[in-house]
């Protein structure tokens, strides 16, 4: 069974400091990782996804994440906030190939972004 | 295309009654997955569709829940009779092919059952 932990359910930054929003995955298998981003009232949107390419994913809106695969660790990162990136942040690991590509998420981490 | 289409956005009905909630993937993907999410739980897989055909519903907390793929435009997750604790955003997303591809979200259902 695959699972993922996020480590801090809240996250406070102020703006123009770096964001690090972190995530251990546990898999069986080689990983699909991703990073899903949920604005208040709205869906999930990616932010990006790792699929065992170059370990250092460069996303949307600035973010990145490094896979390392000695830490099980995929750690999302942001030079420096902003206050648009206010938002609740998802880890999901996928266990495909063989069970389509259904989404284990972990519990989240809500971002708070301050003056 | 449109995204992935949820209806209705918001819910609210009555212990006992029964809700359909509906999705329309977008057109060519075709896994569709149908997840819950509450403050308690997270974000939980419910059942998912290959093909309009379910191959996972483990997910599925009760039979008081089912869910159908009719054809590969639309789906509906059915709860009869609802009760209070089914009370969550229900989201519908679909993706393309396994593996690698990204799933993608529809904007979610939100029901209340009081």
């Known amino acids: 069974a695959q699972s993922v932990t996020q480590l801090g359910s809240h996250v406070s930054v102020s703006e123009g400091a770096l964001v690090l929003l972190r995530c251990n995955y546990s898999s069986s298998v080689p990983p699909y990782l991703f990073w899903y981003v949920q604005y208040p009232n709205q869906g999930l949107q990616l932010l990006l996804k790792y699929t065992s390419a170059a370990t250092l994913v460069k996303g949307i809106n600035g973010f990145e994440a490094e896979f390392k695969k000695s830490e099980t660790s995929f750690h999302l990162t942001k030079p420096s906030a902003h206050m648009s990136d206010a938002a609740e942040y998802f880890c999901a690991v996928s266990d495909s190939p063989g069970g389509g590509n259904k989404l284990t998420f972990g519990t989240g981490t809500q971002l708070k972004v301050e003056l | 295309d449109a995204g992935v289409i949820q209806s209705p956005r918001h819910e609210v009905t009555e212990m006992g009654q029964e809700v359909t909630l509906r999705c329309k993937p977008i057109s060519g993907h075709d896994y569709l997955f149908w997840y819950r999410q509450t403050m308690m739980r997270g974000l939980e897989l419910l059942i998912y569709?290959?093909?309009?055909?379910?191959?996972?519903d483990s997910g599925m907390p009760e039979d008081r829940f089912s869910a159908k793929m009719p054809n590969a435009s639309f789906s509906t997750l059915k709860i009869q009779p609802s009760e209070p604790r089914d009370s969550a955003v229900y989201f519908c997303a679909s993706s393309f092919r396994q593996g690698s591809t990204e799933a993608f979200f529809g904007q979610g259902t939100r029901l209340t059952v009081v």
């Open positions: 569709f290959n093909n309009n055909v379910p191959i996972d």
